[in-house]
C-alpha cells in the first residue's frame, strides 16, 4: 500500500512544526553558528526591520483579502491571497532570523516601566500567536495542497484556517506594534 501526503497531514504537520520552531527557537537562542551563515552588510542588516514592516504590513492585507474572498466564496482568490500571504511570511521569517542569527534579538531602547508592562507583554502575546499558527498553518496549507479544490471544504480546512487567519492578522498586527515600539517611538 502506497502512502500519500493526504494521508499523513498530521504527521506532516508535526514533522514539519518541529523543523521550524528548531529552525526559529536556534536562531533567537544563539545555536545557530554563524560562521555558516552569508556576512550582510551593515546597512542590510540594519534594513530588515523596516522591510519585515512593510511585508506585515502587506501580510496582513493579503489575509484580510483572502478572508473576504472566501466568505464571498471566491475560491480562486482566497487561494491567491493566502498563497501571497504564505509567501511574505516566509520572507519575513527568512529575514528576521537571518538578522537575530546575526546579531541577536534587539534590546527594548525605551523606559523600563514601559518595558515591562507594554513592550513585554505585546512582544511576549506576539511571539506566543506566532508560534501557535505555525501547526495551524502547517496544517490547513496541507489538507488544501493535497486535496482537489471540492474537497478541501469537507475538511477541517474551513474551521481550522479561521483560527489560523484570525491568530495570524493579530500576530501580524501586533509584531507591527512591537516594531513600532523598537523602532518609531523610541
Given at each position: 500500500?502506497?502512502?500519500q501526503a493526504?494521508?499523513?497531514v498530521?504527521?506532516?504537520?508535526?514533522?514539519l512544526?518541529?523543523?521550524s520552531l528548531a529552525?526559529?527557537?536556534g536562531a533567537?537562542l544563539?545555536?545557530?553558528?554563524?560562521?555558516?551563515?552569508?556576512q550582510?552588510?551593515?546597512?542590510?542588516l540594519?534594513?530588515i526591520p523596516?522591510?519585515?514592516?512593510?511585508v506585515?504590513?502587506?501580510?496582513?492585507g493579503?489575509i484580510?483579502?483572502?478572508w473576504?474572498?472566501?466568505r464571498?466564496g471566491?475560491?480562486t482568490?482566497?487561494r491567491?491571497?493566502?498563497?501571497a500571504?504564505?509567501?511574505?511570511?516566509v520572507?519575513?521569517?527568512?529575514?528576521?532570523?537571518?538578522?537575530?542569527a546575526?546579531?541577536g534579538p534587539?534590546?527594548f531602547?525605551?523606559p523600563?516601566?514601559?518595558?515591562?508592562?507594554?513592550?513585554?507583554p505585546?512582544?511576549?502575546?506576539?511571539?506566543?500567536l506566532?508560534?501557535v499558527?505555525?501547526p495551524l498553518?502547517?496544517y490547513?496549507?496541507?489538507?488544501?495542497?493535497t486535496?482537489?479544490?471540492d474537497?478541501?471544504?469537507?475538511t477541517?480546512?474551513?474551521?481550522i484556517?479561521?483560527v489560523a487567519a484570525?491568530?495570524?492578522?493579530?500576530?501580524?498586527f501586533?509584531g507591527?506594534v512591537?516594531?513600532a515600539?523598537?523602532y518609531?517611538?523610541?
Open positions: 500500500m502506497q502512502l493526504r494521508d499523513r498530521p504527521e506532516l504537520t508535526g514533522l512544526t518541529v523543523v529552525l526559529v527557537f533567537v544563539g545555536a545557530i553558528p554563524t560562521r555558516h551563515l552569508p550582510a552588510p551593515d546597512w542590510f540594519a534594513a523596516h522591510v519585515n514592516a512593510v506585515s504590513v502587506f501580510a496582513i493579503t484580510f483579502v483572502g473576504r474572498a472566501i464571498a471566491n475560491v482568490r482566497h491567491n491571497a493566502m498563497i500571504s504564505l509567501v511574505l511570511f520572507v519575513f521569517l527568512v529575514l528576521y532570523l537571518y538578522r537575530v546575526l546579531e534587539t534590546s531602547p525605551g523600563a516601566v514601559l518595558e515591562q508592562f507594554v513592550y513585554f505585546i512582544l511576549a502575546i506576539h511571539v506566543l506566532a508560534i499558527c505555525i498553518l502547517y490547513v496549507l496541507l489538507l488544501a495542497l486535496r482537489p479544490v474537497d478541501v471544504g469537507a477541517r480546512h474551513p474551521t484556517g479561521r484570525s491568530l495570524w492578522l493579530v500576530s501580524f501586533l507591527t512591537v516594531y515600539l523598537l518609531v517611538v523610541f
